[in-house]
């Protein structure tokens, strides 16, 4: 698979990641730790260097389940993780305290069973810490050799500013696919100016854009997506027609929605990671299979006449996680 750099930094990655949360949170049941493992490890075989995981997601086994995976290549792989929440508990709060920070890094890189952390992300940005002082305690660590690089996750503008003149960043991560466009308006262009790599999470819209998910699905009880407006049944109804119009897209292609939804993403900027997150093999390899798909500049016309003019219902969090985002 082929490279690519975050932003103006040294760091390089798969062009696709993958994000490891689904394993064991909150998409259900989890994988047994054997197979969660050996799909990691396939996951590398198939060219992938860039896994994604957090403290949060567990919390904690996700990093555990990763570090026992990726020990074996440590080397040749990039690990990013993060910190934010209280107690790594999504349900808690946030707490961004440099003490609680320096905390996290410790406990995690014990759990990932390595020396540094690649990349060390504020999961989300928490109000009542200014954004110096986080980027000031990530800059300690990155010092001390403990960090490589800082990043961000699903910041504003203004806090991106602010961390970056402190301790420079080397990558974004927030949601952005073909059903969730807004970093387009504001934040891809900061990034861009400023030399920071965009990782985009959620790039099929959480399954959604994979085709397999219509307004008669049912998750399992545990699954996030019950909880979030875009997925109620009639929202998935609604919205059926985005899928539709990437069928058609994807059969001149012969290639599947999913990996029409991921070369989209990559013709974008050269910068721009997609994180996709799967517990299936065959998903995996049709996932990387969108790694060598090119798409022309008339393949990318017909995407954006078919699809611009169409309006995504449902809003993609409950109140209560989307007052976290944008700060």
């Known amino acids: 698979m082929q490279k690519r750099k975050l932003g103006n930094s040294d760091l390089e990655v798969s062009a696709l990641g993958f994000g490891w949360m689904g394993l064991n949170f909150g998409c259900g049941q989890p994988l047994d730790r054997r197979t969660a493992i ?6 590398y075989d198939r ?8 403290e949060a997601y567990g919390p904690f086994t996700n990093e555990e389940i990763v570090g026992e995976a990726l020990a074996p290549i440590r080397d040749q792989v990039v690990i990013a993780t993060k910190f934010g929440f209280r107690n790594g508990d999504t349900t808690a709060g946030l707490d961004s305290r440099p ?9 995690a890189l014990l759990r990932l069973k390595t020396d540094r952390l690649d990349l060390f992300y504020q999961h989300r940005v928490d109000p009542d810490v200014p954004i110096e002082d986080v980027a000031g305690a990530v800059k300690e660590l990155i010092r001390q050799g403990k960090v490589k690089h ?22 974004l991560q927030s949601e952005y696919s073909l ?10 262009l900061l990034c861009e100016e400023l030399g920071i790599g965009f990782v985009a999470f959620s790039p099929l819209g959480k399954g959604f854009l994979a085709g397999k998910i219509d307004a008669s699905t049912a998750f399992a009880k545990d699954d996030f997506r019950n909880t979030v407006p875009r997925f109620s049944a009639g929202n998935r109804q609604a919205n059926q027609v985005l899928v539709d119009e990437l069928e058609i897209l994807a059969a001149r292609k012969h290639a599947t929605p999913a990996q029409i939804a991921l070369a989209w993403l990559l013709s974008r900027k050269a910068w721009i990671v997609p994180i ?52």
Do not use: C
């Open 276 to 327: 996709p997150g799967t517990t299936k093999l065959h998903r995996l390899e049709e996932n990387i299979g969108a790694a060598a798909l090119e798409l022309s500049a008339e393949d990318l016309r017909q995407i954006e006449t078919a699809l611009t003019p169409i309006q995504i219902q449902g809003e993609r969090y409950p109140a209560h996680l989307a007052a976290m985002t944008g700060k």
């Open 38 to 43: 050996n799909l990691i490890r396939a996951a």
């Open 99 to 107: 003490e609680r920070i320096r905390a996290v890094a410790d406990a």
């Open 47 to 54: 060219g992938v260097t860039f896994f994604d995981t957090a």
């Open 179 to 188: 059903w969730w466009r807004a970093p387009e308006a504001e934040i891809l």
């Open 150 to 171: 800082f990043g961000l996750s699903e910041a504003g503008a203004e806090s991106i500013r602010r961390a970056h003149a402190v301790q420079p960043v080397t990558a």
